[in-house]
């Protein structure tokens, strides 16, 4: 099993590999940066780098495990992307709905394409369906996942949070993550952006969830994200959504 180091999830799996560049918060991509690296490493996985890649050798993973988990679908690449065929995901949701014991969380940037996916289908009762939304321009992605009716949990992951996104409507919205950026060339997020949201999260009686800080701390020094802890406004704030 591929346990995962993302505080909200415990496993990851990536039936897909791989995939493209699409908003601002792509920029520095860590599964890029990741999947290039195992491919200098010549982990046959990902023997292609970042191009995207199907791999239906993986497909069964979730079934072998039988212990109850929350896992991250494709936290390497994208299940909605657009060289993913349709008929592929509908495999994945296949081995989904065959592994009741679990939950699945599937995040995205391609809310339009998830939105078309789901309108001629049945969302898995262990599905949660997320958007990144990091930029204002990114708040249309909120439409489209609220338009999927049957969806259990809705999220929003609020991360890399590169700019106030000022208001958001969260009518339908379950969950919000929010989390600065890693890595040496690690844009800052700013205290007040992350407060902006977190209250109108708690306005609205969600569940608000903070990842990481991430390079830059709340003090706007840049360190080793590891020392920038994970407080904001003095707390810890790592709330789930209800079942």
């Known amino acids: 099993m591929s346990t995962s180091k993302i505080e909200w999830t415990d496993a990851s799996w990536n039936p897909i590999t791989g995939c493209t560049k699409i908003s601002s918060g792509c920029q520095h991509c860590y599964a890029e940066v990741m999947a290039r690296r195992l491919c200098a490493m010549r982990v046959e996985k990902y023997k292609n780098g970042f191009q995207v890649t199907l791999h239906e050798d993986c497909l069964e993973e979730p079934v072998k495990w039988r212990k109850p988990k929350t896992i991250f679908v494709c936290s ?12 592929y995901i509908d495999k ?4 989904i709905e065959r592994t009741p014991q679990h939950r699945y969380q599937i995040l995205t940037k391609r809310a339009d394409r998830m939105a078309e996916y789901f309108s001629g289908r049945t969302v898995p009762r262990n599905v949660w369906l997320g958007v990144t939304v990091d ?5 249309s992605r909120i439409d489209a996942l609220r338009s999927i009716k049957d969806a259990p949990i809705r999220f929003l992951s609020c991360e890399p949070l590169l700019e106030d996104l000022g208001q958001l409507e969260l009518t339908g919205i379950d969950w919000i993550i929010v ?9 800052r997020m700013k205290e007040e952006w992350a407060l902006n949201i977190k209250h109108q999260v708690d306005v609205a009686g969600k569940a608000f969830f903070f ?14 994200k590891h020392k920038n802890g994970k407080k904001l406004d003095g707390k810890i704030c790592q709330a789930m959504p209800k079942l």
């Not at 390497?76 to 008929?87: R, W």
């Not at 989390?179 to 844009?187: I, V």
């Not at 990842?211 to 080793?224: F, I």
């Open 76 to 87: 390497m690449s994208d299940l909605f992307h657009k060289d993913v065929p349709f008929g």
């Open 92 to 95: 994945v949701l296949a081995v």
């Open 135 to 139: 930029v204002k321009t990114s708040k």
């Open 179 to 187: 989390g600065g950026e890693s890595g040496r060339q690690a844009r």
């Open 211 to 224: 990842k990481q800080w991430g390079t830059w701390g709340s003090d706007g020094v840049k360190r080793d």
